[in-house]
């Protein structure tokens, strides 16, 4: 039986695995779908204390980890199935294995949204992508399309910029939800063109993308435009599914947590990061919440 | 066969040209690949005769990345006797390659 068992080792996981070790509860963490978190794919992050010079997403995440192996925490690839709670401990599956846990710290984080369209599913990997920093280099000199408005948009085009010959930013409404410093930088780059507000209603190609139809949210306007690949940065879901019948969560999917806390509505298990976050989803702040899941936990466990 | 063999542009089309190849495209600055690897190391260790199993920087074989048409990584790709016949995009799990291995036989 484990004291604690944390799934997800983005900025949350690992932070809740710092001081679940240093509490000396010998957590176990399962590294989940995307070990290091999706901060793993940001080409340089500029905002996280501690770091006046940027580092890659995958370094700062590799710290991350180390600080918490230094600690004595465990680290099991691989990522939790299906979740059971069993006279007030819980069972995890993690494929054929199954898991015996006091608590549990959900910090599973979210997961990139794709695009509704049924051609975008098509041309995933042909041209549609979900990660710049993985395949702009297949874009050297080509006409690429960012698809979103906020920092991760932002911070995609800036980058593509470096191979791309173009890089046109659709937005489907006027506002952008990126920081002010990231639309700056984005407006400032010449290689950076505009079309807001409109949106992708169609990918085109062969084998490959070869363009897209777009309309124009509010005159139903529609124009083809030629391109070679199409970045999508439109958010993240909560990677909730499995644990909905154990915890309370909000229409959108996020773990309800209760003010000033990590404890959800299931005793012994908590969550932070993103998977809780509808609002902030930052680094930072999901390192802040993995603090507190652990402390929350080592307190349920010291109190049973 | 338990290790990974790891082609260029040099070695590519005369390794895939006859029997069945799985190759995994993949470059040292893209955070995915850096799961899909071990997850192919896996698939040597288990595969016995049935396949190659290799892995290609796509920095050091544009030619081959190019050619198969790839705009994304990891993108694992199955070959029978030169032909590519199943492709995935994404990081992908040992079941479905073991099982697309077997399917090629």
Known sequence: MEDVVIIGTGPAGLSAAVYAARADLKPLVIEGTTPGGQLVVSYEVENYPG???????MDLMELFKKQAVRFGAKFLAGDVTAVKALDGDYLLNRGTETIETRTVIIATGALA???????????????????????????????????????T???DAIFLT??????????????????????????????IQWMIPWVIEEITGDQLVTGATLR????GETRHVACDGIFVAIGHDPQTEIFRHLVKCDK???????????HTSALGVFACGDVCDPVYKQAVVAAGTGCMAALDAQKYLESK | MASVLELDDG???ETIKTGVTLVDFWAPWCAPCMMQGPIVEGVAKKVGSKAKIAKV????????ANELGIRAIPTVILFKDGKPVQQFVGVTQEKALMSAIDEAQ
């Open chain 1, 113 to 151: 949204r794709r695009l509704p369209i049924p051609s975008e599913a098509k041309f995933y990997g042909k041209g549609v992508s979900g990660c710049a920093t993985c395949d702009g280099a297949f874009f050297r000199n080509r006409d690429v399309i960012v698809v979103g408005g906020g920092n």
């Open chain 2, 57 to 64: 920087n796509v920095d050091e074989a544009q030619q081959a």
């Open chain 1, 252 to 262: 959108q999917g996020f773990i309800k947590v209760q003010p000033w806390s990590a």
């Open chain 1, 153 to 155: 948009a932002m911070e």
């Open chain 1, 162 to 191: 470096r191979f791309a010959k173009t890089v046109t930013i659709v937005h489907r409404r006027e506002y952008l939800r990126a920081a002010p410093i990231e639309v700056e930088k984005a407006r400032s780059n010449p290689k």
């Open chain 2, 11 to 13: 070695n590519f089309s």
């Open chain 1, 216 to 219: 124009h949210t509010e005159t």
């Open chain 1, 51 to 57: 770091f006046p010079e940027p580092i890659s997403g």
